[in-house]
């Protein structure tokens, strides 16, 4: 049973161009963040939900929008996608002793 | 606000060795919680360890042990007896407790594991 899961795994697509990457968790947890990992690995927050609600909105550009329908779900729609938005995003849910629990990355890459 | 350093950018080890990796973080909180995950080449990020502040002793999972400084805000982790399948980028994370909500990380430090 997958804990976290996201679609898809890869992503390709053209600068200009709108996508979206969707996130689940089956772990029962209320809180659900995205993070973006640079080239260097470096993983930064960009946004967190607790039951539905933003609680954590980094500063990120607002072509970014998160978009929780529950709190199993939360999904991160990228409008007029830039070069630099390449990354690879990971979804993530938190457990008991503030434990986050990743999902297994999107790569997106923007050509 | 929380910084995490990790000052090793890369490592190797021998395997069977043990090797040990280095992190501070600052932080004016008393109560928080420390992270060690590990990032091998799939890209999955799988915790490693967890440390509670208020805990003096040091965390253990088999292999894997810390050595928790509060007062020097230091946070290591030591690997005992490497296996190849260590090879990762490994991340240390701290979090405060139940305010803030927010996970903080290191820059990681990329193990390697020589046969």
């Known amino acids: 049973d997958t804990a976290v899961s996201q679609t898809p795994k890869y992503l390709v697509t053209q600068m200009g161009n709108d996508k979206s990457i969707k996130c689940e968790q089956n772990l029962g947890h209320d809180t659900m963040y995205w993070y973006k990992q640079d080239s260097k690995k470096f993983l930064k927050i960009m946004f967190s939900y607790n039951n539905k609600e933003l609680i954590i909105n980094e500063t990120v550009p607002n072509r970014f929008s998160p978009k929780s329908p529950d709190k199993a779900h939360l999904n991160l729609h990228i409008n007029s996608l830039e070069l630099g938005d390449s990354a690879v995003y990971f979804c993530?849910?938190?457990?008991?002793?503030?434990?986050?629990?990743f999902g297994p990355g999107t790569r997106l890459l923007v050509l | 606000a929380q910084t995490v350093t990790q000052s090793q950018p890369e490592m190797s080890v021998q395997e069977a060795e043990t090797v040990t990796l280095s992190c501070t973080y600052d932080t004016s909180e008393s109560n928080y919680y420390l992270f060690w995950y590990k990032q091998p080449p799939s890209r999955q990020m799988i915790l490693v360890i967890r440390q509670e502040a208020y805990k003096q002793q040091n965390a253990t999972e088999n292999r894997f042990s810390v050595n928790f400084q509060k007062a020097a805000k230091s946070f290591s982790l030591k690997i005992s007896d490497s296996q190849l399948g260590d090879t990762a980028m490994y991340f240390c994370a701290f979090m405060k407790h139940r305010t803030g909500n927010q996970f903080y990380f290191g820059t990681g430090t990329s193990l390697t594991v020589i046969p």
């Open positions: 993530a849910s938190r457990g008991r002793r503030e434990t986050q629990y």
